[in-house]
């Protein structure tokens, strides 16, 4: 992240002796990015980080992705699909769509998640609804409706619901952060950012858990391990740096407007590699005199456009069955715009009430099962009126 931070005990110089009370040395712990060449923390543990006791494969609960063949614009419904009872944040996640750079899916959980680390990419989640507590290596972060929580490859951590959690997860295959264009080149948000670092919430505090023979789940590149720790990975001290996990809210994002309509871009909150994330949320629309303010037709060239509607009311789409829950996805190939009549309605508005987060990627996205069973078959002829010929 673009700011240095320290939290709990360190010692006063790097890569030296740092003892605990009891004269044994704390184990020091460099995690960082691009080969010792980008943003880096150092951790203190009480125990080395090390130490595995046992490794055994696990099945993948991914599942498989199919393409979007025959191409057409999707609409899917997690407000339709069905939870049992002892679902986690982690495990019990779905998933919808992915490719090559990035997979997303959906959970709807109430129980803890176990131990877990992203050695793939880093972990870009957002709180569709409900509250729970982020424990990872580096503290807790407390999260709640509209939060994004970004949490770097290979940081340890656990996700415990209060209540029912409902959560949305894009799982990167790299490295997810602000759009460089905000950023200085020290890595300061500039003037003209949606969003700076007041907006961002860090953990403030260690957390220290006792315990032998912990087991972590860790997605690699090759799969998923458990692996059993000798101690309990919840066991750091101090640490320093600027890379750790964060919270930002949607409600903190300053939208971007113009006379006329603005384009995707001025929403863009977080890039990835083959993929951006951008905020919808309620502003002042355009106010030329003659502006249409819902967006123009336009023709994904080089990307395919998810959106998940996640408050308020869509103006765009009004009458294609879409509403909070919904999940459409218009891939590259197909022309889309608003539903008809809604450029019409449009005119002389002043304010939308609609929150949404979007994806776009530039590979296309693949289909897994749980999207084929909550999708709305007709959403494709909602421009039309019309069914299928064949």
Same mark, same amino acid.
Request: charged content about 20%; proline content about 9%.
């Given at each position: 992240? *673009?700011?240095?931070?320290?939290?709990?005990?360190?010692?006063?110089?790097?890569?030296?002796?740092? =003892?605990?009370?009891? %004269?044994?040395?704390?184990?020091?712990?460099?995690?960082?990015?691009?080969?010792f060449s980008a943003d880096s923390a150092l951790l203190y543990?009480?125990?080395?980080?090390?130490?595995?006791?046992?490794?055994?494969?696990?099945?993948?609960?991914?599942?498989?992705?199919? *393409?979007?063949?025959?191409?057409?614009?999707?609409?899917?419904?997690?407000?339709?699909?069905?939870?049992? @009872?002892?679902?986690?944040?982690?495990?019990?996640?779905?998933?919808?769509?992915?490719?090559?750079?990035?997979?997303? @899916?959906?959970?709807?959980?109430?129980?803890?998640?176990?131990?877990? =680390?992203?050695?793939?990419?880093?972990?870009?989640?957002?709180?569709? %609804?409900?509250?729970?507590?982020?424990?990872?290596?580096?503290?807790?972060?407390?999260?709640?409706?509209?939060?994004?929580?970004? +949490?770097?490859?290979?940081?340890?951590?656990?996700?415990?619901?209060?209540?029912?959690?409902?959560?949305?997860?894009?799982?990167?295959?790299?490295?997810?952060?602000?759009?460089?264009?905000?950023?200085?080149?020290?890595?300061?948000?500039?003037?003209?950012?949606?969003?700076?670092?007041?907006?961002?919430?860090?953990?403030?505090?260690?957390?220290?858990?006792?315990?032998?023979?912990?087991?972590? +789940?860790?997605?690699?590149?090759?799969?998923?391990?458990?692996?059993?720790?000798?101690?309990?990975?919840?066991?750091?001290?101090?640490?320093?740096?600027?890379?750790?996990?964060?919270?930002?809210?949607?409600?903190?994002?300053?939208?971007?407007?113009?006379?006329?309509?603005? *384009?995707?871009?001025?929403?863009?909150?977080?890039?990835?590699?083959?993929?951006?994330?951008?905020?919808?949320?309620? =502003?002042?629309?355009?106010?030329?005199?003659?502006?249409?303010?819902?967006?123009?037709?336009?023709?994904?060239?080089? @990307?395919?456009?998810?959106?998940?509607?996640?408050?308020?009311?869509?103006?765009?789409?009004?009458?294609?069955?879409?509403?909070?829950?919904?999940?459409?996805?218009?891939?590259?190939?197909?022309?889309?715009?608003?539903?008809?009549?809604?450029?019409?309605?449009?005119?002389?508005?002043?304010?939308?009430?609609?929150?949404?987060?979007?994806?776009?990627?530039?590979?296309?996205?693949?289909?897994?099962?749980?999207?084929?069973?909550?999708?709305?078959?007709?959403?494709?002829?909602?421009?039309?009126?019309?069914?299928?010929?064949?």
């Amino acid at each position: 992240m *673009p700011h240095y931070r320290r939290v709990g005990q360190i010692p006063g110089k790097r890569h030296t002796a740092f =003892r605990a009370p009891d %004269g044994s040395l704390y184990a020091e712990e460099l995690m960082g990015v691009e080969g010792f060449s980008a943003d880096s923390a150092l951790l203190y543990h009480r125990f080395p980080p090390t130490a595995i006791v046992d490794a055994v494969g696990v099945e993948d609960f991914r599942g498989t992705l199919v *393409p979007n063949h025959p191409l057409k614009p999707r609409h899917l419904r997690t407000q339709d699909m069905k939870w049992g @009872s002892g679902t986690d944040p982690v495990t019990g996640r779905r998933t919808l769509l992915g490719n090559a750079d990035v997979v997303i @899916s959906f959970a709807v959980a109430t129980e803890p998640s176990p131990l877990y =680390r992203n050695a793939v990419g880093d972990e870009l989640l957002y709180v569709q %609804g409900g509250s729970a507590v982020v424990e990872t290596v580096n503290g807790t972060l407390e999260v709640g409706d509209g939060d994004y929580v970004v +949490l770097p490859t290979s940081t340890t951590h656990r996700i415990v619901p209060r209540g029912e959690l409902r959560l949305y997860a894009i799982e990167a295959t790299g490295h997810v952060g602000p759009p460089k264009r905000y950023l200085s080149t020290r890595g300061q948000f500039l003037e003209h950012s949606p969003y700076c670092e007041r907006d961002l919430r860090a953990p403030e505090a260690p957390l220290l858990v006792d315990g032998e023979d912990v087991d972590v +789940l860790v997605r690699h590149r090759a799969g998923l391990t458990r692996f059993t720790y000798a101690h309990h990975p919840f066991d750091v001290v101090g640490w320093d740096g600027c890379l750790y996990p964060w919270a930002f809210n949607i409600r903190d994002f300053e939208p971007i407007t113009g006379r006329i309509h603005q *384009p995707p871009p001025v929403h863009q909150t977080f890039e990835g590699p083959g993929f951006v994330v951008c905020s919808f949320v309620p =502003r002042k629309v355009d106010y030329h005199p003659e502006a249409i303010p819902v967006p123009y037709n336009h023709a994904n060239v080089d @990307s395919d456009e998810l959106m998940f509607y996640v408050g308020g009311d869509y103006e765009a789409r009004k009458g294609s069955g879409i509403a909070i829950g919904s999940l459409s996805l218009h891939p590259a190939g197909f022309t889309h715009g608003p539903q008809p009549g809604a450029a019409e309605a449009s005119l002389g508005a002043e304010r939308f009430d609609e929150t949404a987060v979007m994806v776009d990627t530039f590979r296309p996205l693949d289909l897994a099962d749980p999207a084929t069973t909550c999708e709305d078959p007709d959403y494709a002829w909602t421009w039309s009126r019309r069914a299928p010929q064949s």
